[in-house]
């Protein structure tokens, strides 16, 4: 099928590769010219494991390309996704402008029987809105709108895009319907459960997904904030709950509060939804709300941890900016906001990530090198899953730093290697923990009083 995608980005960007893997001819259309030239020449402007590769084979077998030229691109397509950004407006509600725009675009070039795609995750009754733009446009043309939210993952989107949990289709007439089981037809003969319902359920499905994830980590960060009060571990409650199959272990792992460029912008959007609509999601009013605070709560504790070890002025070692491992992206990761926190407290921040940069992280140095980062720091404070850091050398990186203190907001070290290491271990859903002060090995001497006693070498 001749599919065009419009927005070459996390989501596009990978739809896009993935759809062109699986057989179609694909073209990504994007306003940014120079990340269309780069493409062009498959140079990827962001790091998603697999991409580069699927962006490669798919230049060089034809079967994707890249463009700027909107018009050219959809008079040929069968099918246009719209994959363009929908950022929160500043009520939490989406901004819709970007697939309103999107749709404009389109409209003038769609050909008879086309079918537009909405990928982007946008708010009940947008598929519709989408159908009044381009029939505004264009009076007399057959053409139908399907709403087919993403489940990707930001670092392992790639396998979430080919063994997806389900492919959730809205349409509101049959042919759509079966147009759109043709796009997904080599994951749904490998066994891929294939949804079809009406536009608003499908745009509420993905609404309710990433709002149902979010509540879940919401739930364990509160659960751990009770265990470091009772000297209970999280880890070991997370486990024990999650063995439920009707709860499911995924996404109970307590951290430094979920950030991304999804979970922060959908709770806010469903939350505005339900009070847009008389049915005010009180559930994820309140997440929304804890999330936040739990990120500036973890800053006044590294704040206030230092103050007493290091009086004002001390230094911090900030491992980890991407919002999670596996990705570049630092959207609204909780770095964005523990750094600035930290820097007004007046301490001095140097910061490393193995992929993330964030230019807004203002009066940071920073570090190409996790050890390099920590020298001279009176604490170290890992935010980020890295793989890289669960590797880390303890007692090199302790011989690195001047104090002694280690925020382990992910979890990522074993305890009794953290202590042995000379760390205090402040974890997260467990009390902190002290090195034991190894007792001095008192070894018989007589006296020195004695000097007579003393057979000197
Ligand atoms: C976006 C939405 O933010 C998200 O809500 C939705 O689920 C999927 O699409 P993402 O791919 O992360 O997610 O957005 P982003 O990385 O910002 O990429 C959007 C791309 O669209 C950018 O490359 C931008 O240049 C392009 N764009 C934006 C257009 O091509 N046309 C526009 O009118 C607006
Ligand atoms: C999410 C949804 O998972 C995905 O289905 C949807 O399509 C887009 O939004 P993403 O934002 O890429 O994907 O990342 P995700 O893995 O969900 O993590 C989101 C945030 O939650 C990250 O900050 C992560 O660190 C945090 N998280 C995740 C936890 O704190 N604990 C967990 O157990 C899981």
């Known amino acids: 099928m001749q599919i065009v995608m419009i927005g070459a980005g996390y989501v596009g960007l990978t739809t896009g590769a993935c759809l062109a893997q699986m057989g179609h001819s694909v073209v990504c259309v994007d306003?940014?010219?120079?990340r269309v030239a780069d493409l062009r020449k498959a140079i990827v402007p962001i790091f998603?494991?697999?991409?580069?590769?699927l962006i490669e084979s798919g230049l060089a077998n034809g079967r994707l390309d890249f463009t700027a030229d909107v018009r050219a691109a959809t008079a040929e397509a069968d099918m246009v996704f719209l994959a363009v950004g929908t950022p929160s407006a500043p009520n939490g509600e989406i901004n819709l402008s970007y697939i309103e725009a999107a749709a404009r675009q389109v409209a003038p070039a769609l050909k008879p029987g086309a079918t537009v795609v909405i990928k982007s995750t946008v708010v009940a009754g947008t598929a519709q809105k989408v159908r009044e733009i381009i029939a505004e446009e264009r009076e007399a043309l057959d053409f139908s709108v399907a709403s087919n939210p993403e489940f990707l993952r930001e670092g392992s989107a790639i396998g979430d895009f080919m063994e997806p949990d389900r492919i959730v289709v809205g349409t509101d007439d049959q042919r759509t319907a079966r147009r759109m089981k043709e796009v997904y037809a080599p994951l749904?003969?490998?066994?891929?459960?294939?949804?079809?319902?009406?536009?608003v359920?499908?745009?509420?499905?993905?609404?309710?997904?990433?709002?149902?994830l979010a509540l879940k980590i919401g739930f364990i960060n509160d659960v751990a904030d009770l265990c470091e009060k009772v000297e209970g571990d999280v880890s070991a409650v997370s486990r024990g709950i999650g063995l439920d199959r009707r709860i499911g272990g995924a996404f109970l792992e307590a951290g430094p509060g979920f950030g991304g460029s999804c979970f922060p912008k959908d709770?806010?959007?469903f939350a505005a939804i339900g009070r847009k609509n008389g049915a005010p999601q009180t559930l994820i009013e309140t997440l929304i709300e804890r999330n936040e605070m739990r990120k500036r709560r973890l800053a006044k504790k590294i704040v206030e941890q230092l103050r007493h070890t290091a009086g004002r002025g001390g230094r911090v070692a900030v491992l980890g900016v991407a919002f999670k491992a596996n990705t570049d992206d630092a959207r609204e990761a909780a770095a964005l906001t523990i750094v600035p926190l930290l820097r007004e407290a007046g301490l001095t921040v140097s910061v490393h990530d193995?992929?993330?940069?964030?230019?807004?992280?203002?009066?940071?140095?920073?570090?190409?090198c996790p050890y390099r980062a920590c020298k001279g720091a009176d604490a170290v404070v890992v935010l980020t899953e890295w793989e890289e850091y669960r590797k880390l050398d303890l007692a090199r990186l302790?011989?690195?730093?001047k104090g002694n203190l280690l925020f382990d907001y992910r979890n990522l070290f074993d305890r009794e290697k953290v202590l042995a290491s000379g760390f205090r271990h402040v974890a997260i859903g467990r009390a902190p923990a002290e090195a034991q002060r190894k007792p001095v090995k008192r070894i018989?001497?007589?006296?020195?009083?004695?000097?007579?006693?003393v057979a000197m070498p």
């Open 201 to 212: 359920n499908a745009e509420l499905i993905k609404y309710a997904a990433n709002a149902f």
């Open 31 to 34: 306003i940014d010219a120079k």
């Open 188 to 199: 749904i003969a490998k066994g891929a459960p294939f949804i079809s319902t009406s536009t």
């Open 48 to 53: 998603e494991p697999g991409l580069d590769e």
């Open 267 to 269: 709770t806010r959007a």
């Open 354 to 368: 193995p992929r993330a940069k964030d230019p807004s992280l203002r009066g940071v140095a920073w570090s190409d």
């Open 398 to 401: 302790i011989k690195e730093m």
């Open 444 to 453: 018989a001497h007589p006296r020195w009083s004695d000097s007579a006693a």
